[in-house]
């Protein structure tokens, strides 16, 4: 009997390779505990539950300093202290001020000094380097898929070219050796014919090669494989425009809502003087 091992979650046995790697979750606890983005610091957590959308670390700053604002270098609302998240605040202690992402364009990345840490030798920050990954890593998948796709189809042109050339092995036996001795020096005439016209030419090209169909099926596979990595590029494009409108919508939200707060804390205030200046006056009334 096959070894059963414990999902992390729900601590019922499964066999290994119904669990997943690295969680060691099962699967109907990766239905109702997915890996979301946390909706302040971009980074992926497990979801406890559906309203539960900010990871553990940034729930305790909230309750700690209160609603983050928008990072000035990464535009990520994560910055609970002054005007920095705290990536930003520990990369620029450490590897100096940011650089502009050769990605998103922002000024949010910081150089490492270190060539084996870019990505793609491309300076990305960090949101555009997770990014990055993820498209390398389904292109990855996708060729993967491709490949083994390509050597089943590959196979079985193989074995069906062996089974053709032994079907005819004997019909091509019957070939009489003048015949084969006349059609020699037809091709002979033709490829000097092209030689002396100063053209290169090698007569292997002109016969029909097994492993053409191969070469043509390798090309195409090639175009299909470029054509994937674009359109993934393309869509990462769009999900980085996406989620760099939605983290201007919200600044610009928590903006009007704190502009909102002052002006309203700004007229208590003044309701509350006026109000004081009024009894004044009725003091003043009264004692006359």
Same mark, same amino acid.
């Given at each position: 009997?096959?070894?059963?091992?414990?999902?992390?979650?729900?601590?019922?046995?499964?066999?290994?390779?119904?669990?997943?790697?690295?969680?060691?979750?099962?699967?109907?606890?990766?239905?109702?505990?997915?890996?979301?983005?946390?909706?302040?610091?971009?980074?992926?957590?497990?979801?406890?539950?559906?309203?539960?959308?900010?990871?553990?670390? =940034?729930?305790?700053?909230? #309750?700690? *300093? @209160?609603? $983050?604002?928008? &990072?000035?270098? /990464?535009?990520?609302?994560? +910055? %609970?202290?002054?005007?920095?998240?705290?990536? =930003?605040?520990?990369?620029? #202690?450490? *590897? @100096?001020? $940011?650089?502009? &992402?050769?990605? /998103?364009?922002?000024?949010? +990345? %910081?150089?490492?000094?270190?060539?084996?840490?870019?990505?793609?030798?491309?300076?990305?920050?960090?949101?555009?380097?997770?990014?990055?990954?993820?498209?390398?890593?389904?292109?990855?998948?996708?060729?993967?898929?491709?490949?083994?796709?390509?050597?089943?189809?590959?196979?079985?042109?193989?074995?069906?070219?062996?089974?053709?050339?032994?079907?005819?092995?004997?019909?091509?036996?019957?070939?009489?050796?003048?015949?084969?001795?006349?059609?020699?020096?037809?091709?002979?005439?033709?490829?000097?014919?092209?030689?002396?016209?100063?053209?290169?030419?090698?007569?292997?090209?002109?016969?029909?090669?097994?492993?053409?169909?191969?070469?043509?099926?390798?090309?195409?596979?090639?175009?299909?494989?470029?054509?994937?990595?674009?359109?993934?590029?393309?869509?990462?494009?769009?999900?980085?425009?996406?989620?760099?409108?939605?983290?201007?919508?919200?600044?610009?939200?928590?903006?009007?809502?704190?502009?909102?707060?002052?002006?309203?804390?700004?007229?208590?205030?003044?309701?509350?003087?006026?109000?004081?200046?009024?009894?004044?006056?009725?003091?003043?009334?009264?004692?006359?």
């Amino acid at each position: 009997m096959a070894a059963l091992y414990a999902c992390t979650k729900c601590h019922q046995r499964f066999p290994f390779e119904a669990l997943s790697q690295g969680q060691q979750l099962c699967k109907e606890c990766r239905i109702a505990h997915p890996i979301v983005k946390c909706t302040y610091c971009r980074t992926e957590f497990q979801q406890e539950s559906k309203t539960n959308t900010i990871c553990k670390k =940034c729930a305790q700053n909230v #309750k700690l *300093y @209160g609603t $983050p604002k928008p &990072c000035q270098y /990464c535009n990520i609302i994560a +910055a %609970f202290i002054g005007n920095k998240c705290q990536r =930003c605040t520990n990369s620029e #202690k450490k *590897y @100096g001020p $940011p650089h502009s &992402c050769e990605q /998103c364009k922002q000024q949010c +990345a %910081f150089d490492r000094k270190d060539d084996r840490k870019k990505v793609d030798g491309k300076l990305l920050c960090w949101l555009c380097t997770l990014s990055y990954k993820r498209v390398l890593q389904k292109t990855k998948e996708q060729c993967k898929h491709l490949s083994s796709s390509s050597r089943a189809s590959l196979q079985e042109k193989e074995q069906y070219s062996r089974l053709s050339s032994g079907s005819h092995y004997n019909s091509q036996k019957t070939l009489s050796t003048s015949s084969i001795q006349n059609e020699i020096p037809k091709k002979k005439a033709k490829f000097d014919a092209i030689s002396a016209n100063g053209d290169s030419f090698s007569p292997d090209l002109a016969l029909d090669s097994p492993g053409t169909d191969h070469f043509v099926i390798i090309a195409q596979l090639k175009e299909e494989v470029a054509t994937l990595k674009k359109m993934l590029h393309q869509k990462d494009q769009m999900i980085l425009e996406k989620e760099k409108k939605i983290t201007e919508l919200k600044a610009d939200l928590q903006y009007q809502e704190s502009q909102m707060r002052a002006k309203m804390n700004q007229m208590e205030k003044t309701h509350k003087e006026v109000m004081e200046q009024l009894q004044e006056v009725g003091r003043e009334i009264d004692e006359s």
